[in-house]
Structure formats: C-alpha cells, structure tokens
C-alpha cells in the first residue's frame, strides 16, 4: 500500500517528519518496504499492511487515523466540512438478490460532464502510481484510496432500467473495462440491470454500461461484498484489482455512509452543474456491535510487564475506545472498523503494540520440575552402544513387507503389510553390505537393528543382530533382561535440562559416498623376508592415481623362510585396491591400465615380483 505524506497532511497538519514516520511504522504498525522521495518534494511510503490490519488500514484515512492515536496529536477529519449536496426524489431500483451482498447504496447524478480532474486530483493519484483517466473514474479511485471502500461508477443511459446484486448464470458472459471476455458461473456474484451483467460484484467493471466522453447521467455504487465470495471468484478468474484486495480482507458495512458522502463530495466540486438525486441504500442486517471485557491484572500478565490503569485509559482516550469501568473489569465498545479485535488476547496486543514491545523485558520463567526417565530410550541406548563397543554397525531396513499380520490400506503392490520380524530385512542388508565389503574394508559383516515390528496383538519393539554365524532376534525387554543394564553416560549438555542429556562423542565426521559402482583390484608381491608392507603401500598410492576411493587393504601376507640352498627369505604381502569415482562409472580399461603402471613399477625393485 503506497502512502502519501503530502496527503496524510489532509487529516495530520502537524504530521512528524518523513524519516521519524518510518521507524514509527516499523515499531508500532507494519513493515516499510520502500521510502522514495518524489520530483514534487513529497514522499511515498510503501507499507506492508498484513491481513489482520486491512480492514482499516488500507487507506490514507486509516494511516493517518492510526499515526495521530500512537502520538496523540491532532487528527482533522475533512469529511465534517462536507455536506451532502440537495437531491430529489429518485426512481432508481435495487433489487439484491443474494445474501453475499451485506450493503448496497446507490445514487444516481445527472448532467455531469466528462473531463478531466483537477490539478490536485491528479497529483493525489499520481503520487500513488495511479494514472489520472477522467474526472469520474478518478473520483471512485480517491475515494478508494482516501477511506478504503471501493466504488464504482455506471452510465445511467446504457441501462435497461435498475439494478440487481445476483448470481450469474452459468456460462453468462461479460466483458471487463480492461477488453477481457469471461465466462461466469452461478457462485460469481454481479451486479445487473434486467438484461446483462454490468460488473463482477467487489472485483471489476464491466465495458457495457462504462463511462465515456458521451456519458452524462451515471450511478454511483458504493457496495459491501462477502470477503470469501470475493476471494474465490477473484481467483477462478485470475483477476486481481486494488478492490479485490480491500474486500476480500473484510470490510465494515458501516463505511459505505462515508464513501458516499466523500464521492458526492467529490463530483459535486468536478461538477458544479450536476443535478443529486436521493440515496438508495439496502441494508439488509445491519453490523452489529461488539464489546470485549479484559482485565488490568491479565493484560499485565500476558505481555509480562506491569501495565497501570492510567496507561490503559489514555490509550482508549486516543483511540477513541468507548468504555466503561466494571469493578476490576474494563468493557470496551470495538469500532466498527476494528475485526481484529474480539477477545482479550487482541486487546493485550494492542495495548503492547502502542506501548512499544521495547518496553516488554525479556525474562526467562523459572520451571520447576523433575524430568522423567524414558526407560526405553534407555534400553535403546544401552542396546546400541553394546553393539557398536562390539565392533557391530547399526542398520535400518524397510517397515513395508510383501507378508505379514497387519495389511495397510495404500502402499506399494508388492509392500502391503507391516513387518512382523526384523529379521527378514537383515537378511537382505547383510547380503548387500557382504557384496558391498571390499569397499567397506570389512573381513567381517557384523550388523544389527533395533526397531519395531506389528503384529496382531500390538507393536513391539525387537532387537535383531547378524554375523557370519547366525541372526538372532529377540524383544528389546528380553535382550536388556539377559545383559546388564548400564547407564549411557550422562552430561550437562547446553540447552537440555542438567542430568537429561547424554556426553557427545566425538567421532570421525561422514563423507557422502559415491553413487557410482566401484571397481576393486588384488595385488600380491613377493618382497624381501623383512621389508616392511608400509613401503609397497606408499607405491601403491603413489600410482594408484586419485581414483582409489580408500587407502590399500593388506587382506593377506605369509613368509616363505630362507632355503637350505641358499635361497633368500621372502614374504607375500597381498592388497586390495578400490576404485571409484564421484563423477563418473569407471570402465576396466582404465582400471587395468593404472594395475599395469603399477606392476611395472613394482617390476622396477630388482629384489620384488609380482606373483
């Protein structure tokens, strides 16, 4: 929402300067998006006006309105000056049809004459980023602009007889201002005469009863719409208008009295000549009103700092809240305009919000309370660390299975059921990580899992462990039952209650592995009796190139001792080599060319051979 300073002039003569608005804004009201300077020496303010304040403050009046009660200084009121201009009877005819319409008040003026606005008019518009039209159609746009409620402007001449708020026809058609055609349906709401739609109701005109040069008698419509209705048939038909916004965020009713009062205004001075005739205004339900009793003691204790009856009072006073004191209770009569107010907690809000929340101190509540042990995280973690102390590496398979005792209701063909046993899905993980070993430099596969498994009579959790010998599984109660139980270590950790946190430990930090497959190479080399392995490793590396994914595995090595026939002592050293690359799948002709340089470097020591 762009905001003018010369305009808020209108209502605040004694407005603080540019730069203190921008952090009044900022701490008390909304966020400023921009803050430009223009040609002309005034000054644009672009708010971010969220939905909870656009009830009220999507208009200069409500800015303006806001800034004078926050600094308690003088607020004038331009439409006091205003009168409404001498009108006569009027045959006009509105027929609302629909519940989604709350208000409708409708005017017709005759012998207006189109033309363009006056200077200052323009200039307003301008200011805003809004482009000057006619003096008609620019007066709807600073009526909008100025109190926040739409309005919109029809030539009498192009309509059969009056107006109804309806539904539309499904499939009826329309053409907007801006040459769209549409297709309605029966949940759009319109406004028509007896034959045609004229204009999708809250969002935008149509072009069949528009105003043009030729254009001397017209309507004007000051409307309230339901916000939801608005909304939807804004979004199914990708229209988004300056309207649209106001009152798909919900507007008072009780606004169209000013609207109306201003465009009359408004027109009567473009217009001097112009002929009024009697206002048609359907009010069908009118708003009711609202009140919200609160306490001193609980508003105090909501925003955690001592609020006096005297703060509240003159926040009241310059909001000009309408109150009454009931014992320790204030009952407060919310404005009209004010939907975000409703219960206690929206009055604690606000009073913070004027206040300053800068005043509100930090203070962190003291907790008295004794934390409770979770016994079976603690078997959880008793488990684990058993297992990984035993050199075993902790894995998690699928909870979806082709079989068991508990079917899903939308999974997988193949994956139906829950798993009864973790046992089935160890298999499968130790026959992968066992084809996966060169790789992991394991000799041995020593894995476990600790998870829940379904059946019939519930969930339970199980412990299941595998080695090259066996897979057993067992519940977690019986398996901690069989073991002794042992604490995890215990710490004072930051941020976690004292004695409910266990001591960090520090390890080795993870590497991403590659998602492509690798290749591994055995190598065996006879060596003199006491060469040490670490020398034919480091040629290992060094020629290896950066394709070996891991430091060379010695897997193997025996001594054949010196002969009686004067044969020296030599010893095998055999390595696995792993290759892989992050980038790439490797082929075996690159493999095998890295094997053949290091061969023939290995060949290159007179006392070493390749077996």
């Not at 200077?119 to 307003?124: F, G, I």
């Not at 798993?419 to 084809?435: A, C, F, P, V, W």
């Not at 992050?582 to 070493?608: P, S």
Request: aromatic residues 10%.
């Amino acid at each position: 929402m762009k905001i003018s300073y010369n305009w808020l002039k209108w209502y605040i003569p004694d407005v603080p300067k540019p730069e203190e608005l921008v952090n009044l804004f900022t701490f008390h009201v909304c966020e400023v998006e921009s803050f430009d300077k223009t040609a002309d020496g005034d000054f644009i303010f672009d708010i971010k006006i969220l939905p909870d304040r656009a009830h009220d403050l999507l208009s200069h009046f409500g800015v303006a309105r806001e800034i004078s009660s926050l600094l308690d200084i003088q607020f004038i009121d331009p439409i006091l000056k205003y009168k409404n201009p001498p009108s006569k009877e009027t045959q006009l005819i509105i027929d609302v049809q629909s519940e989604k319409c709350r208000r409708y008040v409708g005017r017709i003026v005759r012998n207006i004459k189109i033309g363009p606005s006056p200077d200052w008019v323009v200039k307003h518009l301008e200011s805003i980023g809004q482009r000057s039209i006619n003096n008609m159609v620019d007066a709807a746009n600073l009526v909008m602009y100025n109190c926040g409620q739409p309005t919109h402007v029809f030539d009498l001449n192009k309509m059969n007889q009056g107006l109804i708020v309806r539904q539309a026809e499904d499939g009826e058609d329309i053409t907007t201002l801006d040459n769209k055609e549409l297709k309605l349906k029966t949940s759009d709401l319109v406004i028509a005469d007896y034959s045609k739609a004229l204009a999708i109701a809250g969002i935008k005109g149509g072009k069949i009863a528009e105003v043009d040069s030729e254009t001397t008698d017209v309507v004007l419509e000051v409307a309230n719409f339901d916000p939801t209705s608005v909304r939807k048939t804004a979004q199914a038909l990708n229209i988004f208008t300056d309207a649209k916004k106001r009152f798909e965020n919900d507007l008072s009713p009780e606004l169209c009295d000013r609207a109306m009062l201003e465009f009359s205004a408004l027109i009567l001075e473009m217009c001097p000549e112009a002929s009024f005739e009697d206002i048609v205004d359907i009010y069908p339900k009118k708003q009711e009103i609202r009140e919200v009793s609160f306490s001193l003691r609980k508003i105090s204790k909501i925003l955690g700092v001592e609020v006096s009856l005297e703060e509240i009072k003159d926040i009241l006073r310059r909001y000009n809240f309408e109150y009454i004191e009931d014992g320790e209770f204030i009952k407060i009569k919310i404005p009209f305009m004010r939907f975000d107010l409703n219960i206690e907690e929206d009055i604690a809000e606000e009073i913070g919000r004027i206040m300053g929340y800068d005043k509100v101190k930090p203070k962190i509540p003291e907790i008295k309370f004794t934390p409770k042990s979770n016994t079976i995280y603690e078997k959880i973690v008793f488990v684990r660390n058993k297992f990984l102390n035993d050199g075993y590496s902790e894995v998690m398979t699928y909870v979806f299975r082709d079989k068991g005792e508990v079917e899903v209701l939308a999974s997988a063909s193949d994956k139906k059921f829950l798993r009864t046993n973790l046992t089935d899905g160890l298999k499968e993980s130790l026959k992968l990580n066992q084809l996966n070993s060169p790789l992991l430099e394991m000799s041995e596969i020593k894995i476990f899992e600790i998870g829940t498994v379904f059946k019939k009579t519930g969930e339970e959790m199980h412990v299941a462990y595998a080695d090259k010998k066996e897979i057993k599984e067992m519940k977690l109660e019986e398996f901690c039952f069989n073991s002794p139980l042992e604490e995890y270590p215990k710490g004072e950790v930051k941020y976690f209650h004292p004695g409910t946190s266990a001591t960090p430990q520090e390890g080795n930090k993870f590497k991403p592995w590659s998602i492509y497959p690798f290749i591994s190479r055995d190598v065996a080399v006879w060596v003199p009796e006491r060469e040490d392995p670490l020398i034919l490793k480091k040629l290992l590396i060094d020629n290896a190139t950066d394709l070996l994914i891991k430091e060379p595995y010695l897997f193997d090595s025996f001594t054949k001792p010196a002969s009686t026939q004067g044969e020296d002592g030599k010893t095998s050293y055999a390595f696995r080599l792993v290759f892989q690359s992050y980038e790439r799948t490797l082929k075996d002709e690159e493999i095998n060319e890295i094997m053949t340089n290091i061969t023939n470097k290995i060949k290159e020591k007179n006392d070493w051979q390749v077996r």
